[in-house]
């Protein structure tokens, strides 16, 4: 989801099937066709160039779901530091939710799974240890969604209240509904699971993901600890 915590009033959306693959694509080429903007390289231009108009003065809090450099882009000569908070996962689980979102099976064959997890791997570009260096921004992070309750808990404490209440806003969920437990993976043997996890944080497009997890949690960075 890309959203920004804006003082204004929202509509709820009507709820909406979940379309096959194919009426994805349709969809996304019906949209083209229709001269809307869609994304380069992980941002959506028209989007992205809606929120620089409104403008980011009156917020205390922004979610984004973008390309890494976006935030020194927007945030890099802010007049207050960003502190920017990463929700870490665990790889394992992370990879099935993934392939959950692009409607892939992962079918824990030991033969092909590189290919497998490649497939599946999404928001590489959320994440570039490189494009996040900035001395105005510092990083954060939380175990997610282990501890998204506390998350929302700490975060309650400093961000001021609505002055006026709306409807919440649903966004329409592409997503299949998930039943983490029927994973393949969770039934696999241990040296598999250990094969799969040192692929991901060795050799996979989130590697840098992973390892900025590995060293944030339960550091003096780790919002929760």
Not at 47 to 53: G, I, K, P, R, V
Not at 106 to 131: A, D, I, L, M, Y
Not at 174 to 183: F, G, L, M
Request: proline share 5%; glycine share 2%.
């Amino acid at each position: 989801r890309q959203q920004i915590i804006l003082k204004e009033s929202q509509s709820v959306l009507p709820e909406e099937k979940i379309p096959t693959r194919t009426e994805k694509k349709l969809r996304h080429k019906m949209i083209k066709n229709q001269t809307i903007v869609m994304e380069e390289n992980g941002i959506n231009k028209s989007f992205m160039y809606n929120l620089e108009e409104i403008g980011f003065q009156d917020c205390d809090y922004v979610e984004l779901e973008a390309h890494a450099k976006i935030w020194k882009e927007l945030f890099g000569a802010w007049y207050r530091p960003l502190e920017l908070h990463v929700p870490c996962r665990d790889p394992i689980s992370h990879l099935m939710s993934m392939c959950n979102h692009q409607q892939l099976v992962f079918t824990c064959k030991p033969k092909n799974f590189k290919k497998q997890v490649r497939n599946c791997v999404s928001g590489r570009n959320r994440f570039r240890f490189q494009e996040l260096k900035h001395p105005n921004i510092h990083l954060k992070c939380f175990n997610s969604p282990n501890k998204i309750n506390e998350y929302l808990e700490y975060m309650r404490g400093r961000l001021q209240e609505k002055e006026v209440y709306a409807p919440e806003l649903n966004y329409p969920e592409y997503i299949p509904t998930r039943n983490a437990e029927n994973d393949c993976i969770w039934k696999a043997t241990k040296s598999y699971q250990e094969e799969i996890l040192k692929y991901l944080k060795e050799e996979s497009a989130l590697k840098n993901y992973y390892s900025f997890c590995e060293s944030c949690l339960k550091s003096v960075n780790d919002l929760l600890v």
